[in-house]
C-alpha cells in the first residue's frame, strides 16, 4: 500500500474513533413503529450510551411529531400492565453505562401524533439531557 | 502473483474414496433424521403461555363492532384470540397486535381462515366502534374490535379473568388504562385453552396455533 494512501486512511481512522468516543452521551437505534393512522399516540424506543464518569439523566423529548412527548415506563405486575409517566429526575444512564428505552418498558410517549408513522418515515427527536444538555436525534419508523 | 513453478506437487488422495466416505455418511445422516423425526414427533408440543388444564369452556358474549355485532360462538370452530386493551396505549397493546399479524402470517393461508383475532377495548370511553375497526385493521385486514357500554365491557372482562383500572396519566395524555394483558385463546372447541403473556413472539404464537389448529 502507498505511503501517502496509509497517511489518510490513518487519519480518517483516527477521526472516526475520536468522533466516537468523545461524545459524553451517545444515541442509537431510535426507532418507532408503524402505528394505525386512528391511534392518537405513538412511541418511540433507543438505546442511550453514557461515555462519561458521572451520572447523566434524560429529562425531556420533544418532536414535531408529536403533540407532546412524554417518557413513560410500561411495567408488568402480576399479568397487569400498567403504564406510567417517570418522575422528574427522569431516565437515569449511569456513568459508564446505558439506558434502553426498548418495548414493555422505558419509551418516549409520543401522544397526539402529528404525522403519519409509516415504515421508512424518519422523525427529529429533540432529547434533553441533565449534563450533556440537547442533542437532536433521528428516529425511524420501521417494524421492530 | 507469478508464474513461479509450485515446488511440490501434493499428493493427490485415492480417487474413489470419497464415495467410500459418502456410502458410510448417507446412511448414518439418514438415520440420524429419522431418529431425530420420531424424537420430536414422540415430543408434547411446548405452549409458549400457560395452559389451561381440562375443559374451560369459554363463556360467549356479545359486542359491536363497525361492521355489526361480534358475539364469541360467530367463531365455532376457530381458534380465537382474545386480546382485552385501548387504542390510546403506545407500547404493549399494539406491540402485542403487531406479533398476533406475524403470527398470522406465519400460517398458511388454510390455516389464518380458522384464526379469529377479537381485540375487546377496555376504553369505551375513547374507543368508538369506528376507531377499533379502523385500528386492528392496520395490524391485519382479519382483525376485529369491539366495544360496548362500560357495563357490558366490565361484565365480559370480569367473565374472562381481566382486570383493569383508569390510572393517573397527565395533563396531555389524561388517564391511561391498567389492564391485564395477556392473550388469551379458546381452541376449536370453544375451550379457553391458553393464556399467553406479554412479549411472546411471532414465531413461538403461529407454533401453538398451528398446533391448537390440528
Redesign the interface.
Known amino acids: 500500500m502507498s505511503r501517502p494512501l496509509v497517511g489518510i486512511l490513518t487519519v480518517l481512522a483516527l477521526t472516526a474513533a475520536a468522533c466516537g468516543s468523545d461524545a459524553d452521551i451517545e444515541v442509537s437505534d431510535v426507532w418507532g413503529?408503524?402505528?394505525?393512522?386512528?391511534?392518537?399516540?405513538?412511541?418511540f424506543y433507543m438505546v442511550i450510551t453514557n461515555n462519561a464518569d458521572t451520572t447523566d439523566h434524560l429529562i425531556s423529548v420533544a418532536s414535531d411529531a408529536c403533540?407532546?412527548a412524554?417518557l413513560?415506563e410500561?411495567m408488568?405486575s402480576d399479568?397487569?400492565?400498567?403504564?406510567?409517566?417517570v418522575d422528574a429526575a427522569g431516565i437515569e444512564v449511569p456513568g459508564g453505562g446505558r439506558a434502553a428505552l426498548e418495548?414493555?418498558g422505558l419509551?418516549v410517549?409520543?401522544?397526539?401524533k402529528q404525522a403519519d408513522f409509516v415504515a421508512g418515515e424518519t422523525f427529529d427527536l429533540s432529547l434533553e439531557f441533565d449534563n450533556a444538555g440537547t442533542m437532536v436525534v433521528e428516529a425511524e419508523i420501521r417494524?421492530? | 502473483m507469478t508464474d513461479t513453478p509450485i515446488a511440490e506437487e501434493p499428493t493427490p488422495p485415492p480417487s474413489r474414496s470419497p464415495w467410500r466416505y459418502a456410502l458410510v455418511a448417507l446412511p448414518l445422516v439418514i438415520a440420524g433424521l429419522v431418529f431425530w423425526w420420531g424424537y420430536n414427533r414422540a415430543q408434547p408440543h411446548q405452549f409458549s403461555g400457560a395452559v389451561i388444564q381440562g375443559v374451560s369452556a369459554a363463556p360467549d358474549f356479545t359486542l359491536s363492532s363497525d361492521r355489526g355485532p361480534v358475539s364469541l360462538s360467530d367463531y365455532e370452530g376457530k381458534v380465537v384470540l382474545l386480546y382485552f386493551g385501548y387504542?390510546?396505549?403506545?407500547?404493549?397493546c399494539?406491540?402485542t397486535l403487531?406479533d398476533v399479524a406475524g403470527a398470522v402470517e406465519d400460517l398458511s393461508d388454510d390455516e389464518a381462515e380458522d384464526v379469529q383475532l377479537v381485540f375487546v377495548t377496555i376504553d369505551p370511553a375513547r374507543d368508538t366502534a369506528e376507531?377499533l375497526g379502523?385500528?386492528v385493521r392496520?395490524?391485519d385486514g382479519r382483525f376485529v374490535g369491539v366495544t360496548g357500554t362500560e357495563e357490558e365491557i366490565g361484565s365480559v372482562a370480569t367473565l374472562y379473568g381481566i382486570?383493569y383500572r383508569a390510572?393517573?396519566?397527565?395533563e396531555?395524555?389524561g388517564y391511561?388504562m391498567?389492564?391485564?394483558?395477556?392473550l388469551l385463546v379458546v381452541d376449536r372447541n370453544g375451550n379457553l385453552k391458553l393464556v399467553i403473556?406479554?412479549?411472546v413472539q411471532s414465531d413461538a404464537m403461529a407454533s401453538d396455533i398451528r398446533y391448537m389448529l390440528r
Do not use: I, K, W
Open positions: 413503529r408503524p402505528s394505525p393512522a386512528v391511534a392518537t399516540n405513538g412511541a403533540g407532546v412524554e413513560h410500561s408488568m399479568g397487569v400492565m400498567s403504564m406510567s409517566p418495548v414493555g419509551h410517549m409520543c401522544v397526539d417494524e421492530g | 387504542t390510546f396505549c403506545p407500547d404493549v399494539p406491540t403487531f376507531r379502523q385500528y392496520h395490524f382486570y390510572g393517573e396519566g397527565t396531555a395524555t391511561l391498567e389492564h391485564t394483558a395477556t403473556p406479554f412479549g
